[in-house]
């Protein structure tokens, strides 16, 4: 055997193999590259979802009730809840916050 | 139908931008209609960054729904790795702080594991569980 075919097979090899899983593994990273990280900065656009936005079309819209149109059925009629009583403030916001 | 409601944000692959992937945006579309069809509350989540005041800043985003004494708005900042409920006035007798509190204890428990998605199906499903049926 050569210098040449020993160099090849003793070291071409190895190097090719070492290679071809960097490849492999960047290839990976690339398609898992938006995985949110604690900590790490995390660029994306900005979403808000509703479960129906206003953009569907006219005959989804008859068909689903949305927070829009119940306020329209339950429009003419007050509803009756067990809480009807204590309508003086309606627009008080309630909620929690936490941080991680 | 899940879609972006920010300006600038119409279309399939602007939502695609966003922090979710496909499968995780139907989850989430699931989940909302599930929450939205039991409770007969308006579920709505944002996820982006808040401005300071962050409170102020997501009850400004609730005043912009459809209804907001009906509605809650869920909003998640995760550079800022801060989590905000705001309940409606109405949507406030059914779900009171302490439930809104204990579904922000879970999620930031998933999202301090970088769950964005399963935080918020987990806590979606929490919440609309404690409001119970309409």
């Known amino acids: ?25 960047y290839a990976g990273g690339a398609r898992r590259s ?27 819209k008859a ?9 329209e059925l339950t429009a003419g009629a007050p509803v009756v809840t067990e809480w009807s009583g204590e309508r003086t403030q ?8 936490d941080r991680w | 139908m899940t879609g972006g409601n920010l300006p600038g944000l119409k279309g399939q692959p602007e939502v695609l931008n966003g922090p979710f992937t496909t499968r995780q945006l139907l989850r989430l579309d699931e989940a909302l209609r599930l929450a939205d069809s039991s409770t007969g509350l ?14 102020g800043h997501a009850e400004r985003l609730h005043g912009q729904l459809a209804d907001p004494p009906h509605s809650v708005l869920i909003a998640v900042s995760p550079n800022q790795r801060v ?10 007798r059914r779900l009171p702080d302490r439930a809104a509190k204990l579904a922000a204890l879970s999620m930031a428990a998933a999202f301090g594991g970088g ?20």
């Not at chain 1, 068909?63 to 306020?71: D, F, I, M, V």
């Not at chain 2, 989590?83 to 406030?92: H, K, N, W």
């Not at chain 2, 987990?122 to 409001?131: T, V």
Request: net charge negative.
């Open chain 1, 1 to 25: 055997m050569s210098i040449i075919e020993t160099t090849l097979i003793f070291a071409g090899i190895p190097v090719a193999v070492i290679a071809l899983i960097v490849a492999a593994s």
């Open chain 1, 34 to 60: 938006k995985r949110y990280r604690p900590g790490r900065p995390f660029e994306f656009t900005p979403v808000w979802f509703l479960s129906v936005p206003e953009q569907v079309t006219e005959t989804a």
């Open chain 1, 63 to 71: 068909r689903e009730l949305t927070g829009a149109r119940r306020a």
């Open chain 1, 90 to 97: 309606p627009h008080v916001m309630g909620g929690a916050s």
């Open chain 2, 42 to 55: 308006t579920f709505s989540i944002y996820v982006g960054d808040l401005d300071e005041p962050v409170r």
């Open chain 2, 83 to 92: 989590l905000e409920i705001v309940t409606g006035g109405e949507a406030r």
């Open chain 2, 115 to 134: 769950d964005l998605a399963g935080g918020l199906v987990a806590g979606l499903s929490q919440l609309a569980d404690h409001a119970g049926r309409h």
